[in-house]
């Protein structure tokens, strides 16, 4: 946002964003759009991108700023034809925000997502050679900022467009919190027989290093051609374009903050590998399609479920604090194989007893490793079976992340002695009877 004096002289002067406007400081005379104030820098700065593109910054104190002409809007974005090849399967494309749909508007400097198939179609008209794009746009959201509620409309929507007579479903979305959604998927959606294929993007399509186009074809290739029965996350393998890899949604985490390749799976195998030419191998056992079924969403959610780290000298007191606030569910990210301190010299940092009280008050209360690979175990150490023995449920080689989303749902469908002993009992691929190395050696 602009500064309020800024701000007073544009409304004053009928001055908008996107209107072409003069400005002269210091005997420099720079003329341009005006361009909307970017999260970044001082608000006491007019940003101004000029006939060549670029944007400028210029300090508007002491500056003179004249109006020129008026806006002229957004730019259209072109388009293609968009043909109707009925030999092709069907996929739905899925929008609900993120990197992957959006395009810049150089016009105004906004950012606006695609929402028609011929716009997609422009940028990426391989896809035309794949299947009938249809899309929908339930919302349009930062990752950051969806929660359950959302997994519960992406789960509906796929269902319906599934049910309706599409071949695959994807859905494109923010990447920070994707493998959140990935897993909340496999556990809302029932029935399922079809591939759902969750993608993203690292970088945004007018970055010549761009993800974007690739992993949207890519995962368009599995929806119509894979006989994978579950849902997944289709992301660059390499930093490179050689190919993408379809990883379980319950096993994929984002484990880089910028690299192309940030998604790995984790405790597994990617379930296929495919390249842009459409070429699909696959790479590790999965659910099949078979016949036909009806799929259904089981959308509800218990909300007050935490995840808790433990940590050296971490405060027990903060179990109490989510019990208190009437918390159902809690999962731990332990250290190592599932401990948290219990005979510390400093006896007031022992977890010991704020665990056993949370579980007496009914609250269900789960063990993961915080280190990602490898899995918990109760019989090495005798500290793991103390903490064991206080009722903790030991999650096997389930990743914190997907423990949190699958606790949710199961409180939000099933009682808490039913919600904890289904817990570290595999449903959906989440729990591995032997545990792999996957990409951890890569």
Not at 242 to 259: L, N, P, V, W, Y
Not at 270 to 296: E, N
Request: contains cysteine.
């Amino acid at each position: 946002m602009y500064s309020d004096e800024i701000a007073g002289f544009l409304k004053k002067h009928g001055i908008k964003t996107g209107d072409h406007i003069r400005v002269e400081y210091s005997g420099v005379t720079i003329e341009g759009e005006l361009m909307p104030k970017t999260e970044v820098g001082s608000p006491d700065t007019l940003t101004v991108k000029l006939k060549s593109g670029y944007n400028v910054g210029v300090a508007f104190e002491g500056a003179t700023v004249t109006k020129i002409a008026e806006s002229e809007g957004p730019v259209a974005f072109p388009t293609a034809k968009l043909g109707e090849d009925k030999g092709l399967p069907k996929v739905s494309l899925i929008i609900t925000g993120g990197t992957i749909v959006n395009k810049i508007d150089y016009k105004t400097g906004g950012v606006h997502p695609v929402i028609t198939p011929e716009e997609l179609l422009y940028d990426v008209p391989e896809l035309s050679k794949i299947a009938r794009i249809s899309i929908r746009n339930p919302f349009s959201m930062a990752s950051e900022d969806i929660s359950y509620r959302e997994w519960g409309v992406i789960a509906n929507e796929v269902a319906s467009e599934l049910n309706g007579g599409a071949r695959g479903a994807v859905v494109a979305m923010g990447t920070d919190t994707m493998h959140y959604a990935s897993a909340a998927l496999g556990f809302m959606l029932q029935g399922l027989n079809a591939p759902v294929v969750v993608t993203g993007a690292q970088r945004s399509s007018d970055r010549g290093s761009s993800d974007a186009f690739m992993n949207l074809i890519c995962s368009a290739h599995i929806a119509a051609k894979s006989d994978i029965a579950e849902v997944g996350i289709c992301m660059h393998r390499s930093s490179s374009d050689d190919e993408c890899q379809f990883i379980r949604g319950t096993k994929a985490r984002k484990m880089h903050s910028t690299r192309r390749d940030a998604f790995r799976p984790v405790n597994d195998s990617a379930i296929a590998y495919v390249k842009a030419d459409g070429r699909i191998r696959y790479g590790s056992q999965h659910r099949k399609m078979s016949g036909k079924s009806k799929a259904s969403a089981m959308t509800k959610f218990e909300s007050k479920v935490a995840l808790v780290t433990a940590y050296p000298n971490s405060d027990p007191e903060l179990i109490d604090f989510y019990v208190r606030r009437g918390y159902r569910g809690i999962i731990i990210e332990g250290t190592g194989m599932g401990h948290v301190p219990v005979l510390p010299s400093n006896v007031d940092r022992s977890w010991m007893d704020y665990i056993a009280q949370a579980i007496k008050k009914g609250v269900v209360v789960g063990m993961t490793t915080q280190t990602l690979y490898g899995r918990v175990n109760t019989n090495v150490y005798s500290n793991l079976r103390k903490i064991s023995e206080l009722g903790v449920v030991y999650c096997e080689d389930m990743l914190p992340e997907t423990a949190y989303v699958k606790l949710g749902w199961l409180l939000g469908n099933y009682s808490p002695k039913k919600a904890g002993e289904m817990l570290n009992k595999n449903i959906v691929g989440e729990i591995s009877q032997r545990t792999e190395l996957g990409e951890f050696l890569v």
